[in-house]
């Protein structure tokens, strides 16, 4: 099982592009999360999702919207990128449950220029 | 509002001294704790959960509900210790909280 998988890596946008960061999971997990992480600000919830079909909003949620048409999959898009977006993104899945642990993807480094 | 603090960014020991992350939390409702470990170049994975009462490649930590606290401690470091740690508080049901995460480097 390859766990939670993001796409891309890395990316470089210029200011006012848009684009899609791209998050699946292996695990039939219920809950799917996406996070920003800044230096000396550890991870920040951005939205989250409790099932297919539902998305909620998170810590950080202006400036991303994110879908969640398949069980699977979860998508977090930036319609009009900010250098303030430059941030590493991870994805996250955890099953339902009481002290169920959140699974981590490799997380995806993004610019913004 | 639900918080974690984690005091301390950086923590540097020598190998073999006992090490001691802090971790202190704020929430109204009972808490579900657990530790996150970042390895360099590596995903985040868990390290540990209160629930367990487990010790993970030597680490411990007891979630201590009057000091609201949820200390990760290790009686004797290690090199590959090093790594970025972080305590996080379930809330909600469904969400968690993350402090911002406190580095620990283990000299030789």
């Known amino acids: 099982n390859a766990g939670v998988t993001q796409t891309p890596k890395f990316r470089v946008l210029k200011t006012g592009q848009s684009m899609t960061l791209l998050c699946a999971q292996d695990?039939?997990?219920?809950?799917m999360y996406w996070y920003r992480q800044d230096p000396g600000m550890g991870l920040r919830l951005i939205h989250y999702s409790v099932g297919e079909g539902t998305t909620a909003k998170g810590e950080v949620p202006d400036g991303y919207n994110v879908s969640r048409l398949k069980k699977q999959n979860f998508l977090l898009g930036l319609e009009s990128a900010a250098p303030s977006q430059t941030s590493v993104y991870f994805c996250?899945?955890?099953?339902?449950?009481?002290?169920?642990?959140?699974?981590f993807g490799d997380g995806t480094r993004l610019s913004i220029l | 509002a639900q918080r974690v603090t984690q005091p301390e960014k950086l923590l540097s020991v020598f190998k073999g001294a006992p090490v001691e992350l802090k971790c202190n939390y704020s929430?109204?409702?009972?808490?579900?704790l657990f530790w996150y470990v970042q390895y360099s170049r590596q995903r985040l994975q868990l390290l540990l959960r209160?629930?367990s009462r487990e010790s993970i490649k030597g680490f411990t930590a007891d979630l201590n509900k009057g000091e609201t606290s949820f200390h990760l401690k290790k009686p004797f470091a290690q090199e590959e210790d090093s790594a970025m740690y972080y305590c996080a508080l379930r809330y909600n049901t469904d969400k968690l909280i993350f402090g911002t995460g406190t580095r620990l480097q283990v000299f030789p």
């Open positions: 929430y109204s409702g009972s808490p579900e």
């Open positions: 695990m039939n997990h219920e809950y």
């Open positions: 996250a899945s955890s099953m339902t449950g009481v002290n169920q642990p959140q699974h």
């Open positions: 209160h629930i």
